[in-house]
Each structure stands twice: as structure tokens, then as C-alpha cells.
T-cell receptor, first 115, second 112 residues
């Protein structure tokens, strides 16, 4: 069964540094998402992406965050200047349609630790 | 925006018994409700979903019910097994956007 893959599995970064989290969505999917989960808390939506542009973003997704689809397979999340509170598990997800009722499939996540 | 409430936060059941998790949502326009199972340190995995034109859906030992009037939906796990131990999240999506709004999660522990 095709899967969403994410790299790295764990990223440790000094506060103020830039990080790029990488995702390879399922190959025939068209809609891509980033979510985050602070330890012990619920999964929170960050941003959705379709047709090479952001379709929606949450209030968490401020100017420090950006997403990009640099080629036909990768989907990246960049945090420009990390803060301690950015420490969380970041999940990428994809779906083959943005229409209602299309399941979103999640990757294994990247654990981001900001020191 | 959508607000999803989930109860209980923890649930301990004896192996073989049933487990029920309940969620409510705030936006009456929401009409897709997936349930995810998350084992420690792993990805949320879709286990069942229901659309608003259906009141109940069943897949082997798991079932989901939806009451649109009351804006609540529930997950039912029958004949629980130790491998059912995990955190379960409900979620809702409204038709105006594509994001999932998650509940806070229920930690289910199945006692052998």
C-alpha cells in the first residue's frame, strides 16, 4: 500500500536556526497538508496546499513558516527562525482530492526538537 | 471555525468488553468524520470514516454512528483486544475547506 514518507524522523536544531522538513506524498495525490502535534496534545492543522499554492492556513502558520513543492514528488515545510515552542511532531498528509470525504493519509512524522 | 470535543480522555476496558468514544462538533456544515488510531510514536492511522448522508458504518469490530441533528458521532469497538490499546482521535471536516479539526484524543487501554 502506498505511503506518505517523511524525512528526517528526528531533527534537533538550535533556536533561531532554519529547518526544512521533507515529505513525499502518495504519488497520485493532489492535496497536501502539514499538521503538528505537541507532545501529549491533539493534532493541529497548519496548512493545506493544492495546485502549487496554499489553499488554507491556520493562525499557527505565521510568517516564519513556508511550504513548497520544489519538484513533482517532494513537499517541504520550512521554519525560518525556530522557537522553543516549535518543538513538536510534524505530520505531512495527502489526499487524492480536496472534495469532501476523501481520506487524508499521514506520514510517520518528523520529531522536531528545538534547543 | 470547527470545534471538536472528545470524551472520555482515558478509557480502560477489560479484554473482550466494548469501548465507546464520543465526539461532538460545532459546525453544522461539517459532513465528513474520520477516526484515527495512533500508537505511541507512530502516525495517525485512519481506521474508519463516515459521511453525513449515512447514520452508521461498520467494519468488523469497529463501528461509527452519526447524529447530525445533535452534532455528535461515536466510535464503538467490540470484543476489544490488547492490540486495540492506543490513542484514538475523532475529526471533522467542513465542506468549505479541507482541513481536519481533531478532538483531543482518547487513550484506550485494554486490560488482558
Amino acid at each position: 500500500e502506498p505511503e506518505v514518507t517523511q524525512t528526517p524522523s528526528h531533527q534537533v536544531t538550535q533556536m533561531g536556526q532554519e529547518v526544512i522538513l521533507r515529505c513525499v506524498p502518495i504519488s497520485n495525490h493532489l492535496y497536501f497538508y502539514w499538521y503538528r502535534q505537541i507532545l501529549g496534545q491533539k493534532v493541529e492543522f497548519l496548512v493545506s496546499f493544492y495546485n502549487n499554492e496554499i489553499s488554507e492556513k491556520s493562525e499557527i502558520f505565521d510568517d516564519q513558516f513556508s511550504v513548497e513543492r520544489p519538484d513533482g514528488s517532494n513537499f517541504t515545510l520550512k521554519i525560518r527562525s525556530t522557537k522553543l515552542e516549535d518543538s513538536a511532531m510534524y505530520f505531512c498528509a495527502s489526499s487524492d482530492s480536496g472534495r469532501l470525504g476523501q481520506p487524508q493519509h499521514f506520514g510517520d512524522g518528523t520529531r522536531l526538537s528545538i534547543l | 471555525g470547527e470545534n471538536v470535543e472528545q470524551h472520555p480522555s482515558t478509557l480502560s476496558v477489560q479484554e473482550g468488553d466494548s469501548a465507546v468514544i464520543k465526539c461532538t462538533y460545532s459546525d453544522s456544515a461539517s459532513n465528513y468524520f474520520p477516526w484515527y488510531k495512533q500508537e505511541l510514536g507512530k502516525r495517525p492511522q485512519l481506521i474508519i470514516d463516515i459521511r453525513s448522508n449515512v447514520g452508521e458504518k461498520k467494519d468488523q469490530r469497529i463501528a461509527v454512528t452519526l447524529n447530525k441533528t445533535a452534532k455528535h458521532f461515536s466510535l464503538h469497538i467490540t470484543e476489544t483486544q490488547p492490540e486495540d490499546s492506543a490513542v484514538y482521535f475523532c475529526a471533522a471536516t467542513d465542506p468549505n475547506d479541507y482541513k481536519l479539526s481533531f478532538g483531543a484524543g482518547t487513550t484506550v487501554t485494554v486490560r488482558a
